[in-house]
């Protein structure tokens, strides 16, 4: 016959699922989209200044997975400005337009501000 005791409690666990069913996380992510559209806004190339003013994000919840995304609605010819300006493009009599890397740069302290209050409330409870 085995036998075996068991001692202690789930006090802290039972606390940190409580903090946690309580954040706000929609919107918090509210929060960091329109600082990404800011940062992203800042930095895109401009000409006629229409796809620095079409960015945009969207937060969604499905299944208990939250997602922010950044869109860009100024479209030309059926493709994404913005990716045109970043992965560079063709013209139309046969040149290349050397892309510039701006989003990654303008978005990664967004996403470690996002990595940082993640890493806070998991820590503080």
């Known amino acids: 016959m085995i036998s075996y005791t068991v001692t202690g409690s789930f006090a802290r666990t039972l606390s940190f699922l409580q903090k946690a069913s309580k ?3 929609v919107g918090i992510l509210n ?3 329109r600082q990404g559209v800011n940062a992203l806004s800042s930095v895109t190339p401009t000409e006629s200044g229409m796809a620095s003013k079409s960015w945009n994000y969207e937060v969604s919840v ?3 997975s939250y997602s922010l995304w950044w869109t860009n609605s100024d479209i030309e010819n059926g493709f994404p400005v913005v990716i045109m300006l970043q992965y560079g493009h063709g013209t ?5 337009v050397q892309g510039r890397d701006f989003i990654n740069p303008a978005i990664r302290p967004i996403f470690d501000q996002i990595a940082e209050k993640v890493w806070r409330v998991v820590t503080s409870a």
């Not at 139309?92 to 290349?96: A, V």
């Open 23 to 25: 954040l706000d996380v």
């Open 31 to 33: 929060s960091f989209g």
């Open 62 to 64: 499905q299944n208990g």
């Open 92 to 96: 139309g009599t046969g040149g290349y």
